[in-house]
């Protein structure tokens, strides 16, 4: 029973960040001129044409998953080339879970001198999730490895030589997603950067 009201607690964290997340994707791609987002039904806070199911169990039950990855052509960006507009997509993911993290942590000051009170009691055993998940998505997500953000993120930052490496190994992204996740890579870098990320939006909160 506590298992199960723990996911319950956890579930409308879980559907905010990976909706937000893929919308964020969308609307910056359109921003830059792209609108394959907007014709594939992308650009909405709907969660259900935002949602791959293994991943959102994964998230669920591990702390850890994916959205279904917003499509995006690099050919319709304007003013902008293939790199940087790559580079700016997929900024826009973990920059709103880190949004959304920093919005949770703001409700949670507020809320804390109501801890006493029913009301304020529930409410903050629903925001501590929701920073919590963004915070683990934003971090999962800028591992610089193929298919996740950090690595266009990476290459975007390097010379054209290094892009192109990190672009290359993009065929091979599911093998490479699922290494770091049963090897245990991707814990190891996620779960420090999170902290990592949690204590400087504390600091600048609290």
């Not at 994916?66 to 507009?85: E, Y």
Request: proline share 7%; net charge neutral.
């Amino acid at each position: 029973m506590q298992s199960i009201t723990a996911m319950l607690i956890y579930l409308p964290a879980i559907i905010i960040a990976l909706t937000f997340h893929e919308y964020a994707h969308g609307k910056v791609a359109d921003l830059l001129g792209d609108n394959t987002p907007s014709s594939q039904g992308r650009l909405t806070l709907n969660p259900l044409p935002h949602i791959d199911w293994i991943g959102f169990f994964m998230l669920l039950f591990f702390k850890f998953g994916w959205a279904k990855p917003v499509q995006v052509n690099p050919l319709n960006f304007k003013n902008t080339n293939f790199k940087t507009g790559m580079m700016l997509v997929s900024l826009a993911g973990p920059g709103m879970n880190l949004l959304l993290a920093f919005i949770g942590m703001l409700l949670l000051k507020f809320l804390i001198p109501y801890s006493y009170v029913e009301w304020g009691n529930i409410a903050i055993n629903l925001v501590q999730p929701l920073i919590q998940i963004n915070l683990i998505l934003a971090a999962f997500n800028l591992i610089p490895i193929p298919p996740l953000d950090g690595s266009k993120i990476l290459a975007g930052l390097l010379p054209d030589s290094g892009a192109q490496v990190i672009y290359s190994l993009e065929q091979y992204g599911p093998i490479l997603l699922l290494l770091i996740i049963v090897t245990g890579f991707a814990g190891k870098v996620f779960i420090p950067l999170a902290n990592f990320m949690a204590g400087i939006l504390y600091s600048i909160v609290f």
